[in-house]
C-alpha cells in the first residue's frame, strides 16, 4: 500500500519569505499523480498543484512550485513570496495513475503540515 | 460555476441518533468520493461512486455506514445509529467522466456526536 509522509507538523514563515514543505512518499508503481492541497481555517480542501509522475519537469502555479525527485520519492512544495492568505494546513496526496484501474481514483493524504505566515 | 456543494455545515447528533450528509458534485462531474477526516489526521477514502453505481466502498465501515448516488439529487453518505468516534469533517469530491480526472473537494460536514 501506498503511504505519504509529512515529517513537519508545523512550519513558519515570515511575510515576503520563501518556505518549503517536505513529503515523501512509499510505492512501487512507476506511474502516478502526486498533489498538494491546502486547507485554511474554513477547511476547504483546495488543490494548490498536480504533478504527473511521467513528467521530469517540475510543476508550477504562480508563487507555488514543487521539487519533484522520482528516485528518492521526494515531492516537496516551495511557497515564494509568502502572503497572510498562504497560512493553513497543507496536505500532500498520492494517487496511482495505473493503467488497469485498481484504484486509480483513491487519493492517500499525508498528515499534513501547519503553516503560519507571520507579517 | 458552482462548487461541490456540502450540507450542513455542522451536523450535532446524540449517540444512537442517524446522521445524514449531502454532497452536490460540480456540475458535469459524475464521480464523487467520500472521505473522512479525523482530529489531527489527514483525509482517508471512503467510498467511490458514479450515479447509481457504488463503484469502490472499501474504505466504509462495515456497519451502520452506507452511501447512495441517485439518478437524480445529490449522493447521500447516511450514519446510522452514531457513536463518538464518528465524530470527524467528513469531505466530498467530485470529478468529471474519467475517475482518474482531478477529484475537486467541497467544504466538508463536520460531525459532533455527544
Known amino acids: 500500500a501506498q503511504t505519504v509522509t509529512q515529517s513537519q507538523p508545523e512550519m513558519s514563515v515570515q511575510e515576503a519569505e520563501t518556505v518549503t514543505l517536505s513529503c515523501t512518499y512509499d510505492t512501487s508503481e512507476s506511474d502516478y499523480y502526486l498533489f498538494w492541497y491546502k486547507q485554511p481555517p474554513s477547511r476547504q480542501m483546495i488543490l494548490v498543484i498536480r504533478?504527473?509522475?511521467?513528467?521530469?519537469q517540475n510543476a508550477t502555479e504562480n508563487r507555488f512550485s514543487v521539487n519533484f525527485q522520482k528516485a528518492a520519492k521526494s515531492f516537496s512544495l516551495k511557497i515564494s513570496d509568502s502572503q497572510l492568505g498562504d497560512a493553513a494546513m497543507y496536505f500532500c496526496a498520492y494517487r496511482s495513475a495505473g493503467a488497469s484501474g485498481g484504484s486509480n481514483y483513491k487519493l492517500t493524504f499525508g498528515k499534513g503540515t501547519l503553516l503560519t505566515v507571520n507579517p | 460555476n458552482a462548487g461541490v456543494m456540502q450540507n450542513p455545515r455542522h451536523l450535532v447528533r446524540r449517540r444512537g441518533q442517524e446522521a445524514r450528509l449531502r454532497c452536490s458534485p460540480m456540475?458535469?462531474?459524475?464521480?464523487v468520493y467520500w472521505y473522512r477526516q479525523l482530529p489531527e489526521e489527514g483525509l482517508k477514502f471512503m467510498v467511490y461512486?458514479?450515479?447509481?453505481?457504488?463503484?469502490?466502498e472499501s474504505g466504509m465501515p462495515k456497519e451502520r455506514f452506507s452511501a447512495e448516488f441517485p439518478k437524480e439529487g445529490p449522493s447521500i453518505l447516511r450514519i446510522q445509529q452514531v457513536v463518538r468516534g464518528d465524530s470527524a469533517a467528513y469531505f466530498c469530491?467530485?470529478?468529471?467522466?474519467?475517475?482518474?480526472?482531478?477529484?475537486?473537494f467541497g467544504p466538508g460536514t463536520r460531525l459532533t456526536v455527544l
Open positions: 469530491a467530485s470529478s468529471r467522466q474519467r475517475s482518474t480526472d482531478t477529484q475537486y
Open positions: 504533478q504527473e509522475a511521467y513528467k521530469q
Open positions: 456540475k458535469g462531474h459524475s464521480h
Open positions: 461512486l458514479q450515479k447509481e453505481n457504488i463503484i469502490d
